[in-house]
């Protein structure tokens, strides 16, 4: 009986031993692979930023510091995880996926592909992570915020400005300009190109040609519109519809390429440094300032309530493509022509004098009064 019983203990022991062991290499897989939406510190957390491209200029110089800066400012322990899908879906998915294999906690995300994007959405749902659709709006149903601006205005302002522009140098009604629209896979693009079509339909202006430009490529810009240049001539052109900055550039270079001395106004958009440069030397004649520290402080500040559990209500709210109402916050966008680059991003801190009044500007710096 005596070694019956002591064969009996033996097993149970071992038993519970292997089941102890088992237990622990559970706990750790768990650790290491981890879900972001469930359990966890807040203090700690790790919150995803994935942004869509590195050719506008904007994300590396504003929204990543910005953003970055305000998440270590509320939430010392916690940790950004960052990846750009440099115009590339499948891989800002890819991104998506690894994030939320870290086990972040929220996912800001700046869509390359807003419709694409929405599996993202639902990947980071099965694991009871909020998404947060970061300045361009993604086709979800599921998405827990969307903080921007009033993107339509921004079209808008920008065809409001050309046809003032027009105007002003007395370019006569039934002249003809040309539209260097956005990215097709960008929903704000849409809604920019819509907004710059309301002020210019109607102006008496008219629209010799346009183009959607894939992923925002400023050399793509700049070679469709040599090739209008071409088909059209550089005379026939007498304003430049530009979504954005950079596409702006694109197409500024290519009628300085042609020979062009005196360039028609060109619009652009994201007030950046070379293209507020260029308003100053008279290359272009507007941009459209979207206060970036707002909008990346408060995706930041969104971030940090999400991770905490909570679920902040927006000002409004915005209907995806599909219909579905979203929580959001707004900004309002600033036209910016020479008459206000000092009251607008030089008062706002985007740019130190010194940045924007280098050498190569200093004449036209002092000349408009920035100081």
């Given at each position: 009986?005596?070694?019956?019983?002591?064969?009996?203990?033996?097993?149970?022991?071992?038993?519970?031993?292997?089941?102890?062991?088992?237990?622990?290499?559970?706990?750790?897989?768990?650790?290491?692979?981890?879900?972001?939406?469930?359990?966890?510190?807040?203090?700690?957390?790790?919150?995803?930023?994935?942004?869509?491209?590195?050719?506008?200029?904007?994300?590396?110089?504003?929204?990543?510091?910005?953003?970055?800066?305000?998440?270590?400012?509320?939430?010392?322990?916690?940790?950004?995880?960052?990846?750009?899908?440099?115009?590339?879906?499948?891989?800002?998915?890819?991104?998506?996926?690894?994030?939320?294999?870290?086990?972040?906690?929220?996912?800001?995300?700046?869509?390359?592909?807003?419709?694409?994007?929405?599996?993202?959405?639902?990947?980071?749902?099965?694991?009871?992570?909020?998404?947060?659709?970061?300045?361009?709006?993604?086709?979800?149903?599921?998405?827990?915020?969307?903080?921007?601006?009033?993107?339509?205005?921004?079209?808008?302002?920008?065809?409001?400005?050309?046809?003032?522009?027009?105007?002003?140098?007395?370019?006569?009604?039934?002249?003809?300009?040309?539209?260097?629209?956005?990215?097709?896979?960008?929903?704000?693009?849409?809604?920019?190109?819509?907004?710059?079509?309301?002020?210019?339909?109607?102006?008496?202006?008219?629209?010799?040609?346009?183009?959607?430009?894939?992923?925002?490529?400023?050399?793509?810009?700049?070679?469709?519109?040599?090739?209008?240049?071409?088909?059209?001539?550089?005379?026939?052109?007498t304003g430049v519809y530009a979504a954005n900055d950079d596409t702006g550039g694109g197409v500024i270079a290519a009628l300085k390429s042609a020979g062009v001395s005196e360039l028609p106004p060109v619009t652009g958009q994201d007030a950046s440094l070379a293209g507020i440069q260029r308003i100053l030397s008279g290359e272009q004649y507007m941009t459209v300032y979207k206060a970036f520290k707002p909008e990346a402080s408060k995706a930041a500040d969104l971030a940090i309530?999400?991770?905490?559990?909570?679920?902040?209500?927006?000002?409004?709210?915005?209907?995806?493509?599909?219909?579905?109402?979203?929580?959001?916050?707004?900004?309002?966008?600033?036209?910016?022509?020479?008459?206000?680059?000092?009251?607008?991003?030089?008062?706002?801190?985007?740019?130190?004098?010194?940045?924007?009044?280098?050498?190569?500007?200093?004449?036209?710096?002092?000349?408009?009064?920035?100081?």
């Amino acid at each position: 009986m005596k070694k019956a019983t002591t064969r009996a203990m033996l097993g149970v022991g071992a038993l519970l031993l292997a089941i102890t062991t088992l237990a622990g290499c559970s706990n750790g897989a768990d650790a290491g692979t981890g879900s972001g939406g469930g359990g966890g510190d807040a203090s700690t957390a790790k919150i995803g930023l994935l942004l869509p491209d590195s050719v506008t200029a904007r994300y590396a110089s504003a929204d990543r510091p910005l953003f970055t800066a305000e998440v270590k400012k509320q939430c010392s322990g916690c940790s950004v995880v960052y990846a750009n899908a440099d115009g590339d879906a499948s891989k800002q998915l890819q991104q998506a996926q690894s994030m939320l294999t870290q086990g972040v906690k929220v996912l800001v995300l700046d869509p390359f592909d807003g419709e694409a994007a929405a599996s993202i959405v639902q990947q980071a749902k099965a694991k009871k992570v909020p998404v947060i659709s970061y300045d361009r709006l993604i086709n979800s149903p599921d998405l827990s915020y969307y903080i921007s601006f009033d993107n339509e205005k921004v079209g808008q302002l920008q065809g409001e400005a050309l046809v003032k522009a027009l105007k002003a140098k007395n370019v006569p009604e039934g002249s003809g300009i040309i539209m260097v629209n956005g990215s097709p896979t960008d929903n704000n693009a849409s809604q920019f190109k819509a907004g710059a079509h309301k002020a210019i339909d109607d102006s008496g202006y008219k629209v010799l040609a346009e183009y959607d430009t894939p992923g925002w490529d400023p050399a793509k810009a700049q070679d469709w519109a040599a090739g209008q240049i071409s088909k059209l001539g550089a005379d026939k052109i007498t304003g430049v519809y530009a979504a954005n900055d950079d596409t702006g550039g694109g197409v500024i270079a290519a009628l300085k390429s042609a020979g062009v001395s005196e360039l028609p106004p060109v619009t652009g958009q994201d007030a950046s440094l070379a293209g507020i440069q260029r308003i100053l030397s008279g290359e272009q004649y507007m941009t459209v300032y979207k206060a970036f520290k707002p909008e990346a402080s408060k995706a930041a500040d969104l971030a940090i309530q999400f991770a905490k559990g909570e679920t902040p209500k927006g000002d409004t709210t915005t209907k995806t493509a599909g219909g579905a109402s979203v929580q959001s916050t707004l900004l309002d966008p600033v036209a910016v022509t020479t008459d206000n680059v000092q009251d607008t991003v030089i008062k706002d801190g985007l740019y130190e004098v010194a940045q924007v009044c280098t050498s190569q500007y200093a004449s036209a710096c002092s000349k408009n009064g920035i100081e």
